[in-house]
C-alpha cells in the first residue's frame, strides 16, 4: 500500500463529520429557509458546533505518529476517490491540518453564535446562515483535502461563498461591485493555480501533495519548472490573501455583514494563502527564489496595509487594511523558511482580529449603524465593555507582552533575522510601529473626548468624500434591518467576544520555550528540520530584538496619543479631524492609485475588447459569416428545387446537356 509523506494511508471516518456537518447544515437551511424563520440560525450554529466537537475529540488522531521503515508517519487519512493511477482524492488529517479546522471551527462557531443576535430582524437571516455554513464547508474542503484539485476546489468554492456574503445585501450596487471585485480577482489566484497544477502532474504523473512532495524531494523538477510552479501557487495565495497588488478588493469586502468581516479575516479565507504555502513548503524548500520573492511581497504587503490603515476613517476599514498587513507578515515568515512562526501568527490573529471585528460590530450595532469614526468619540464611558474589548485586542495586535499578538509578532520579526534578511527585519519593524499607531489613533478617536455623533459632518470634513479616504457616510448609512426589530438579548453578541479574551491574552504561550514549546513540538513532525533555529547567524539576540519592537510600538502609541489622545487634541477634536480629512495627502486618500492602475491597465482594455468583440466582431464576423452561409444555403436551395419540376421531358434535357458536357471536357482534355 502507498504510504502518504504526511499521514498514513487508511480509514478515518471522524473526518466526514468534521467536513460534511456544515453543509449539511447549510442545504438544510437552504432547502427549508422560508419556513424555519429563526431557527435558521442555531441549525447554522449546531452544525459547526458539531464539526468543532468532531475535531477535538479526533485531536490525538492528528498527531499520531507510526513508523513504517525507515519513514515517520503523522495524522490520519480517508481515501475518497481512486479515478486513475495519480490522480486518488481523499482527506488528510494532521496537525498542520489540525491548526487551521480548529480555528474554522472554534472561531467559526463563535461568529455564528454572534450573528444570531447580529443579523436578528434581518429579512435574509436564514440565507445569511446558509451562506456562512457553506463558507465554512468550503474552507473545510480546503485545508483537508491531500491533494491539488481538491485543494482547487476548495479554493475556488471560497471564492463563491464569499462572493454570496459580500454582497449579501444584493439591493445596495456598492455591495454587489465589492462581491463581483473580490470574485473576479479570486479567480485570477484561481487560474494560477491552475496552471500550477499542470506544472505538477506534467513532471509526477499525480495531483497527490505526496507524490508532488517527493517528487521536489528527488529533483524531478527543474530549477526553472519548480520556480514556475511555486510562481503561480503565489498568484493564488496573494489573490486570496490580498497580497499586493491583488488586494484592493479585501477593504472593498467591508460591504458585507460585519460578522462576515471576522469570518473572512479571522478564520477563513485571507488565510488560505498561508495554509497553501505553508502545506506545500517542500516546493518552497526547493526553490529559494520563490522563498525571497514570496518573503518580499509579504513585507511589502505588511507594510502597505499599515501605512494604508493610518489614511482610513471607516472602523471596519481600519481593521480589514490592519488585517491586510498582518497576513503580509505571514506570507513573510513563511518565505524566509519560518513557517511555523507564520502559521503560529495566523493562529494568534485569528483571535485577536475576530475580537476586533466582533467588538466594531458591537460598536456599529449600538450606533445604529454608524461606522465612520469621526462620528463616535467618548464610547469608553458608553460602551465600557467594547472599550476594553477593543484595547485588549488592539494591544495583542501591536505586539505588546504578555498578550498573544506579542509572542507571535516577535517570532516572526525575529526569524527574518535569523534567517539573513536584515531588510525584513527592518520592515517588519517599522510596521509593529505603523501598525501601534493606527491602530491606538481609532481608539482615541473612537473612545475618548466628546460624543461626536451630533456634530453636523460638514464640520468634520466628511461631505467631501474626495478627501475622506474613505466613502461617505451615508453609503454605510445601513446594514439592511428593519429598525423595529433590530432588538436582541445583548448577550449573544458580548459572550463569544468574552470567550475570544482568552486567545488574545493567552494563546502566545504555547510558543515559550523555542524548541521544546508546544507549538514547536506540534508541528514539528509536520515542518521537519526546516522550522530547526539557525545558531548564531543573529547580530541581536531575540532578548534584544523584542525590546527593539515594543519600543518602536510604545513610539507609535505616544505619536497617536500627541496627536489624538492628549488634553489638547481631544479638545480641539473636531477642528483637528476636519483639518486632517481635508489635508489627507492625495495618494493614501486614492491608496496608492493600486485601483486605478488596475483599472487602466486590465479592466479598461478588457471593456474595450469586450466592445469591439460585442459590436464589430460577433455582429459582422461570425454572426455576418453565420448568417451568410445560412443565406447562401437558402438561395442554393432554392436555385436546385427550382430544377425538380416534374417534367420528364426537362429531366431528359438536363441529362442531354450534362453528357455532352462531359463530352466537351474529355475531348479538350485529351487534345491538350
Known sequence: MPQHVMGVEGVYMPLFAIWLAPLVGAIIIWAFGPSLRSWGGPIGCAAIAVSFLATLASWNDATRQTVAGATTLVGAHQSLVTWAKGFNVGLLWDPLSLTWVLIITGIGFLIHFYSMGYMAGD??????????????????????????????IGWGLVGLASFFLIGFWYERPSAVAAATKAFVMNVVGDVGILFAIFIIVAVVGSISYADAFAGAAAHKFSPSLLYLACLMLFVGCAAKSAQVPLHSWLPDAMEGPTPVSALIHAATMVTAGVYLIARCWPLWQGSADARELVGIIGGVTALLGAILGVAQWDIKRILAYSTMSQIGYMIMAVGVGAYDAGVLHFFTHAWFKAQLFLTAGLIIHALNNEQDVRLMGGLRTRQPFAFWSMTIATLSICGVPPLAGFFSKDAVVYDTLLRGHPELYAVGVLTAGITAYYMFRMIFITFFGEYRGDVDPSNLGIRHPEFAGTPAVAEHAHEGFDEHEHHTPVWLMVAPVAVLWIGTIFAGFLNVGGDSSPWHKLLEPVFGAAISYPEGTAPVSELISSAIVLAVVILGVAIAYVRYGNAGALRDAISRLREETVWMPAILVHLFYFDLAIDALLVRPSRALGF???????????????????????????????????????????IVFGAAAFIVYYAIVAVH
Not at 457553506?134 to 483537508?144: D, E, S
Not at 455576418?624 to 425538380?644: D, I, K, N, Y
Request: hydrophobic fraction near 55%; charge should be positive; charged fraction near 15%.
Open 612 to 654: 469591439l468583440f460585442g459590436q464589430l466582431v460577433d455582429p459582422l464576423v461570425i454572426d455576418g459569416t453565420v448568417r451568410e452561409a445560412r443565406v447562401s444555403a437558402v438561395w442554393l436551395g432554392h436555385l436546385f428545387r427550382s430544377f425538380q419540376t416534374g417534367l420528364v421531358r426537362a429531366y431528359a434535357l438536363t
Open 123 to 152: 429579512k435574509g437571516y436564514a440565507r445569511f446562515f446558509a451562506y456562512m455554513n457553506f463558507f465554512v464547508f468550503a474552507m473545510l474542503t480546503l485545508v483537508l483535502s491531500d491533494n491539488f484539485v481538491g485543494l482547487l
